[in-house]
Each structure stands twice: as structure tokens, then as C-alpha cells.
């Protein structure tokens, strides 16, 4: 048994930090970060939490498949950025939402929701639910080091949001981890233990730009070979890919080396910046909602990050 996307939600905080406003915090620039990257704003929660955002995605996503909160049999939420390490934030969602069916969290940082994707395809498959919502919701500006001009620039709030119901609409999928914290990492908050010796560094985001970079580009290009392959399709079939929106330039790459024009990718990396898990349910809904999208289309997402990670699927419209 598969699954098929029966609605989708997104939601950002209303508060946009421009390059210029971070021009004033850090030694950057807007070209810089345009040029470098393609951000141009990003979204921040000023006072919502995670859960709080991902409340806003995941109701959005019910009314558009026309689905009540009670009716769900399962919520997966990918983030990297709880509000707290217990609960998970899919248990603080589904409170919010008003459902009552089992709730947990995945992490597997940017690749998230892929990965969340995969999980609620085969609880779908044991489990016989017969409604799943899957989310990646992340407040990444709490855990963002607002005086490193490295990695402020780069990311954003946000929460996106499908529910899925039984259909054969997924028709390939990939899932990579090349474990290490070398290049990208966070640390977790350390309590008061007198008996833990070990030095560790704050809790915030740690990240090699550089080699974060090459293995985006290596892994997007071939998990989307590997994604066709799979389905029997080629690049040519894909009407529409919805990358993780980590850099311009990184898609940019990944497009020229298999040879997909540019138009295929969803691209909005320029309005919301990085959000991590959130960012491919949050391109993956502009996308369903600007209509673009005909019947038999065939759809890949693909995403990359820490873990290191990365993750993707083809999906039927
Ligand atoms: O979603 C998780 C996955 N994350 C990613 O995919 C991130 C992938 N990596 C990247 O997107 C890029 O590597 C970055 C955007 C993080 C950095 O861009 P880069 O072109 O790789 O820059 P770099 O690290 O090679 O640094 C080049 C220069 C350095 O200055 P020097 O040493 O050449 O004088 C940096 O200090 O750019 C400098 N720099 C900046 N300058 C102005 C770094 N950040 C900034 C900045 N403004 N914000």
C-alpha cells in the first residue's frame, strides 16, 4: 500500500529580517548573501514556538484535504529544533490540533520530512491508518548563532505540512545517512552533571559552508539519478522538482550537472531562507497551490543536510 497527498499547509512567523537589517548586526552585505546564497529575507518567530508554527501548518494542511484533526491516525513531525526534547513537538501538535492519535517526532535535520515521509508510509502500510499528517517544522533562529555571519544569513523560521491518505502516488524513494558531526552539528544543552567531564560546545549550529556544500551537490544529483532509475523514469519525466532550499547555487549545480532546466525546480530560498526540515513541505505547498500542478505529474523532492543526510522521493500527482 502507498500513499497520496490529500492536502498541504505552510506557515511562517510575520516577522521578515532582511539582509540589511542583518547587515547591522554583522559584517556582511545584501549582495553578498544574494550572490553567495540567493536569501534575500527570512521569516523569525518573535514570540510562536516551534509547535506553534507547525499548529498553523498542519490546520492549513486539514482544510485543504478536507480532513478533521480526529480523524488522523497518526502524526510524524520532522524537526531538529524542538521546543523541548520531551514532549516531542508532535505531541504538543496534536494538542493543539485537537487530534488524538499517536504523535512522534523524527530528526534527521534538513533531509527531515523525507525522512518523516518514508516513516508514515510504513506505519501507513502496517498500520492500516488511514489518515497520516507528516510536518517538518523547525524555529531555527533560537539555535542559530546570531554573531557567526556564517550561518545567521543562511536560515529561517517555518512550518510545512501534508496529510496523506491511501493511494499509489509515491512511486520512489531514497533515504542516505554517512553518519559524523564533523561538518555539521548541534550540540544539545548540557545539564549540571558533576559526574560528565566532557568538554562540549554550546548549543548552536555548527557548520563546514564548504563541505556542506559538496555533499549537497554529489547527493541531490544522485539521488535523483537513483529516484528515476527506481521509478523508471528519466530527468526528462519530472515535471517539477522541489529541492531544499539551502543555496541557489547548490541547485543551480545539482540542475546543470543532469542537465533539468531551472524551471522545473521550485525555488523560494530568496523569501524564507533556510528552515531546515520545513523547507521542501514548504516549497512542496507553494507548489500545490499555484496550480501548476496537472494530474500524472510526476513530482520529485530531494533534500540534504546534517546527519550528514539526505533524502528523496518521486511522487505521482
Ligand atoms: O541545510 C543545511 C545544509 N547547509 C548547506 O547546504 C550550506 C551549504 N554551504 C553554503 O551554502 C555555503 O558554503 C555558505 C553560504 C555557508 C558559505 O558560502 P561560501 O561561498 O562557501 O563561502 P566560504 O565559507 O568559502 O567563505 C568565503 C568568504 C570568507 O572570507 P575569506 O576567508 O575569503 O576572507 C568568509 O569569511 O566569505 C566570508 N563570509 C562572508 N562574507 C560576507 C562568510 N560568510 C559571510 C557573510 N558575509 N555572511
Redo the contacts with the bound molecule.
Sequence with gaps: MGFKVLGTGAYVPERIVTNDELSQM????DE??VQ??GVKERHVSVDETNADMGIKAAERALEAAGIRAEELGLIVTATCTPDTLCPSTAALIQRGIGASCPAFDVNS??SGFLFALETAAAFMEKNHYKYVLVLGAEHLSRTVDWTD???C??FGDGAGAAVLGEGQSNLASRLFTQGGDEV?YIPAGRGNSPFYTREEPQHRIY?N??E??KF?VRRMAEDLQLLCADAGLTTDDLSFIVP?Q??T??IDLTARRLKIPMEKFVLNIEKYG?T?SA?VPISFDELVRSGKLKKGDKIAMCA???GLSSAGVILEW
Excluded at 554583522?26 to 552585505?29: I, P, Q
Design positions: 554583522v559584517e556582511t552585505s553578498w548573501i553567495r546564497v535535520a534538513c555571519r556564517s550561518t544569513v543562511i555539521l557548520m559552508g564548504q556542506t556544500f549537497a531544499h539551502a543555496n547555487r547548490i533556510n531546515s523547507s540534504f543536510g546534517g
